[in-house]
C-alpha cells in the first residue's frame, strides 16, 4: 500500500475565500489524483494531479476553481477557490501503487460558511 | 460507459449475523478491474479487494469473501460473523484501462453497513 497523508484534516472556512489542500507520499508515484465527496454522496474525480504539468480535469470541474500542483512525485496540492457552502465536503487525493490500485488519503473535510 | 449500481442504500444486522452488500456493473469493455473499499466514520477510505475481469475466482479474507460473477455482472461482498468494527461505508468501484483515463475509478453510490452489539 501507501503512506499518504493530507493537510489540513479538517476546516472551516468563509464563503469567498480559498483552502489549499496538501497530499503527500511516502514514496514516488507517478499517477496522483483528486476526488471530491459532496455530504452523504459517492466519490467524484475531479482531476488527475500531473507531474510537471497542467492537471487533466473531468467534465464539470474547471482549473479556475480547482488549481492543482504538482510539483514533484511525492505532493499535491488542491485549491478550493472562492468558496461557497456548496463546496462543503470531503476531499480526497489518491495514488495507483502496484497492482494499478488506488489508495488513497484520509481526507480532508471542508465546511464553508 | 461505465456504471456500478449498490441497490441496498442502507443495512442494518445484529452482531454476528452474516451480510452480503450487493454490487452490479456496467461495461462495454472486456477487461476491467473491480474494487471494494471502505469508508469508517472517520472519513478515510481503506482498500479491501481489486479483482480483474479474467479472474472470476471467488476470494476468502478472514471474514471477508466476494462472489464475483461476469454472468450477472455482480461483485458482491460478504462479511461473515459481523462485527461493530464492521460499520461503515463500503463502496464498490470499476476501472475500465482504456484511453487516457486508465485509473478512472467509477463509484457506486455505497451501502452504509451498521451492525449492532
Known amino acids: 500500500s501507501a503512506v499518504i497523508s493530507q493537510k489540513p484534516s479538517r476546516d472551516i472556512c468563509q464563503r469567498g475565500t480559498s483552502l489549499t489542500i496538501q497530499c503527500q507520499v511516502d514514496?514516488?508515484?507517478?499517477?496522483m489524483f483528486w476526488y471530491r465527496q459532496q455530504p452523504g454522496q459517492s466519490l467524484t474525480l475531479i482531476a488527475t494531479a500531473n507531474q510537471g504539468s497542467e492537471a487533466t480535469y473531468e467534465s464539470g470541474f474547471v482549473i479556475d476553481k480547482f488549481p492543482i500542483s504538482r510539483p514533484n512525485l511525492t505532493f499535491s496540492t488542491l485549491t478550493v477557490s472562492n468558496m461557497s457552502p456548496e463546496d462543503s465536503s470531503i476531499y480526497l487525493c489518491?495514488?495507483?501503487?502496484?497492482?494499478?490500485?488506488?489508495?488513497f488519503g484520509p481526507g480532508t473535510r471542508l465546511t464553508v460558511l | 460507459a461505465q456504471k456500478v449500481t449498490q441497490a441496498q442504500t442502507e443495512i442494518s444486522v445484529v452482531e454476528k449475523e452474516d451480510v452480503t452488500l450487493d454490487c452490479v456493473y456496467e461495461?462495454?469493455?472486456?477487461?476491467?478491474?473491480l474494487f471494494w473499499y471502505k469508508q469508517p466514520p472517520s472519513g478515510e477510505l481503506v482498500f479491501l479487494i481489486r479483482r480483474n475481469s479474467f479472474d472470476e475466482q471467488n476470494e476468502i479474507s478472514g471474514r471477508y469473501s466476494w462472489n464475483f460473477q461476469k454472468s450477472t455482472s455482480s461483485f458482491n461482498f460478504t462479511i461473515t460473523a459481523s462485527q461493530v468494527v464492521d460499520s461503515a461505508v463500503y463502496f464498490c468501484a470499476l476501472n475500465t484501462p482504456t484511453g487516457g483515463s486508465n485509473y478512472k475509478l467509477t463509484f457506486g453510490k455505497g451501502t452504509l453497513l451498521t451492525v449492532n452489539p
Open positions: 514514496s514516488q508515484v507517478t499517477m
Open positions: 489518491s495514488v495507483v501503487r502496484l497492482t494499478d490500485t488506488q489508495y
Open positions: 461495461t462495454r469493455d472486456t477487461t476491467y478491474y
